[in-house]
T-cell receptor, first 118, second 112 residues
Framework: DSGVTQTPKHLITATGQRVTLRCSPR?????VYWYQQSLDQGLQFLIQ???????AKGNILERFSAQQFPDLHSELNLSSLELGDSALYFC?????????????????FGAGSRLTVL | DQQVKQNSPSLSVQEGRISILNCDYT??????FLWYKKYPAEGPTFLIS?????DKNEDGRFTVFLNKSAKHLSLHIVPSQPGDSAVYFC???????????FGTGTRLQVFP
């Protein structure tokens, strides 16, 4: 158990629908990161939140949005789903807030949410 | 724009031998490099990291080598064990950001 909790583990839905993926970070971690892993692809960075504020944005579609709540859990909302959105969505947490000489930012990942869009 | 590349999708190694996994990068602003291991149905787990100011870091059976001039790093596993069979991801971060940029992964199979 990594300490990062993701729900649901599996989700099957239809095109055009909307889903919400939930993530609880490891205790003490302020940052939450969302990554997408499609078939045979690496982990694509979507978005990062730090203590409730958006910190960095990656290749996140406009149909996707995220937020981090005061209790630090985060939700990733995926709407108008398409077949190509079928993927593993990982949440990771970390406590390091950046800056030189701060050491490697080791992210701790959850087990992922597998989304299948039919 | 794939800033971190793992050109070998798979690698097969006999138990007891050395496994060498390779990674190339393009962004000279990267200051830390990390390796993660991923088993099926699990999230990636951190293995080892190296700072850009070093050329080698060792942790038990795992050693990471960094060649900055070639923008290349490698992970050596010696001796390889069947339990090492997993997908290995190379990742990098730049000094001005927290996020990690991942490669596409290399599937390692260690056979008896």
């Amino acid at each position: 158990d990594s300490g990062v909790t993701q729900t649901p583990k599996h989700l099957i839905t239809a095109t055009g629908q909307r889903v919400t993926l939930r993530c609880s970070p490891r205790s003490g971690d302020l940052s939450v990161y969302w990554y997408q892993q499609s078939l045979d692809q690496g982990l694509q960075f979507l978005i990062q939140y730090y203590n409730g504020e958006e910190r960095a944005k990656g290749n996140i579609l406009e149909r996707f949005s995220a937020q981090q709540f005061p209790d630090l859990h985060s939700e990733l909302n995926l709407s108008s789903l398409e077949l190509g959105d079928s993927a593993l969505y990982f949440c990771a947490s970390g406590g390091w807030s950046g800056g030189p000489n701060s050491g490697a930012n080791v992210l701790t990942f959850g087990a992922g949410s597998r989304l299948t869009v039919l | 724009d794939q800033q971190v590349k793992q050109n070998s999708p798979s690698l097969s190694v006999q138990e007891g031998r050395i496994s060498i996994l390779n990674c190339d990068y393009t962004n000279s602003m990267f200051d830390y490099f990390l390796w993660y291991k991923k088993y099926p149905a699990e999230g990636p787990t951190f293995l080892i990291s190296i700072s850009s100011i070093k050329d080698k870091n060792e942790d038990g059976r795992f050693t990471v080598f960094l060649n900055k001039s070639a923008k290349h790093l490698s992970l050596h596993i010696v001796p390889s064990q069947p339990g090492d069979s997993a997908v290995y991801f190379c990742a990098a971060s730049a000094y001005d950001t927290d996020k990690l940029i991942f490669g596409t992964g290399t599937r390692l199979q260690v056979f008896p």
